[in-house]
């Protein structure tokens, strides 16, 4: 490249620049990742892509927490990095700094209502604690991120009404705190709210800190989906052959091609991600499933990219989990060790479906098999082509909730 880029020195001076950081990344991995990951506090996509280098590096990113966290990523270890809270997305460096100080000066905090309470309101609000519950930085005080989200504004008004009433005293106080304040500084009750599911918490995650930390939205179907999509993405190569692959569909966008509009976006499955293509027909067709956020099952071909020198998936099918079960699935064993289900009043509530095809107008759905357990002898009831349904979400909850002893599971080759 010297020959043509720039002057050999120059050359010189970054192959010596290139050796000493990869020194620095094998012999002070820790330093190495929170000092990088410091610099790009801002850019959570870069964040990201540092995630996954340290991980693969065996570099592990602690949680988000407001008891040990400062504005930047701190090593703690040789293999551990403590999250910088400065990276929260509505926080910024006053009022992380804040935080920090009421935390030095009193000694770690103790619930949410002591936290409002003690960090300086003139550099939190409303904004700042929510980005905070939803990354888990209260984690570790209280778990339950929907009841903590909840309550914030109630910990603020709290924590604003023991600061009008810290100076008051009433005439028989005496000088005594207590007296002073009563059962005023007892703590009022979290508000209580359903609690989050995976998707919700990580989904919610994800707007304060711009990606998962605390786990993945594959991680919830990942031990179904992998029973017939097999391939994980990090053991992908260039192939001519069709191949399967499932993930969390991310930074979608629709652009104009040469042969019309396509969408482009990541297909991530938590062991990595792809840059995946799906042209203007099969993007009609599947307005509901591409969309940021949601779980698809592709099928395509791996190409070289010429423009990143990589590789993008180039998408010739798509599925969500549920039409996934329809394609792949062989039935749905329903286990009756006691009382038969109520199998008519289920397929009536999730009927099969019909779907246009090149071959004609055809059923979509899953048939059932009944599986007995008596003693000594075990057997399957197949029902037929009339039972088939739609195997939703709701619909296998319906089926494991009209089963009594046993359950419902989807069988695959």
């Known amino acids: 490249f010297a020959g043509y880029g720039f002057n050999k020195s120059h050359a010189a001076a970054y192959s010596l620049l290139a050796y000493q950081t990869a020194w620095i990344k094998v012999h002070y991995a820790a330093e190495f990742f929170a000092a990088n990951m410091t610099i790009e506090l801002d850019n959570s996509d870069k964040l990201k892509a540092l995630l996954f280098d340290a ?96 309550s914030v504004g109630l910990a603020l008004d709290w924590a604003d009404t023991q600061a009008a009433h810290a100076d008051q005293s009433g005439l028989f106080d005496f000088g005594t705190e207590e007296a002073a304040h009563g059962a005023s500084t007892q703590e009022p009750a979290f508000v209580a709210a359903a609690e989050w599911g995976i998707k919700e918490r990580l989904t919610l995650e994800k707007t304060a800190l711009g990606f998962y930390l605390s786990g993945h939205l594959f991680d919830q179907s990942a031990s179904e989906v992998r029973r017939f999509a097999r391939l994980k993405i990090a053991d992908l190569i260039d192939s001519r052959e069709p ?55 592709l099928q395509g071909k791996v190409q070289p990219d010429r423009f990143s020198g990589g590789i993008r998936f180039n998408v010739q099918s798509v599925w969500d989990l549920a039409g996934a079960r329809c394609r792949f699935g062989k039935y749905l064993r329903v286990e009756v060790n006691g009382s038969v289900p109520p199998v008519a009043e289920v397929l009536r509530e999730f009927p099969s479906r019909r779907v246009e095809t090149d071959h004609g107008d055809l059923p979509l759905g899953l048939g059932v098999r009944l599986s007995l357990l008596r003693e000594g002898a075990t057997g399957e009831i197949d029902l037929g082509d009339a039972a088939r349904f739609y195997p939703s979400e709701a619909a296998l909850a319906r089926w494991n909730a009209a089963v009594t002893h046993g359950r419902a599971t989807v069988v695959y080759d």
Not at 57 to 72: E, H, K, L, Q, W
Not at 79 to 94: F, P
Not at 118 to 132: A, C, F, P, T, Y
Not at 267 to 290: K, M, Q
């Open 55 to 150: 991980k693969s590096f065996g570099v592990t990113i602690a949680t988000p927490d407001v008891n040990s966290g400062t504005y930047r990523f701190e090593p703690v270890s040789a293999r551990e990095v403590r999250y910088g809270l400065g990276a929260v997305k509505g926080t910024g460096q006053g009022a992380i700094e804040a935080i920090v100080v009421a935390r030095e000066t009193g000694g770690p905090f103790t619930s949410l209502f002591d936290f409002c309470a003690r960090v300086d309101r003139g550099r939190i609000n409303r904004r700042v604690v929510e980005s905070l519950v939803k990354a888990g930085a209260f984690d570790a005080l209280n778990a339950a991120r929907s009841s903590l989200l909840a």
């Open 243 to 297: 191949l399967l692959l499932a993930g969390i569909v991310g930074d979608l966008r629709v652009v104009n091609g040469q042969r019309g509009r396509v969408a482009i976006f990541k297909l991530d499955d938590g062991s990595d991600f792809i840059e995946s293509v799906a042209n203007e027909d099969l993007l009609n067709a599947n307005r509901e499933l591409l969309k940021d956020d949601e779980l698809v099952i």
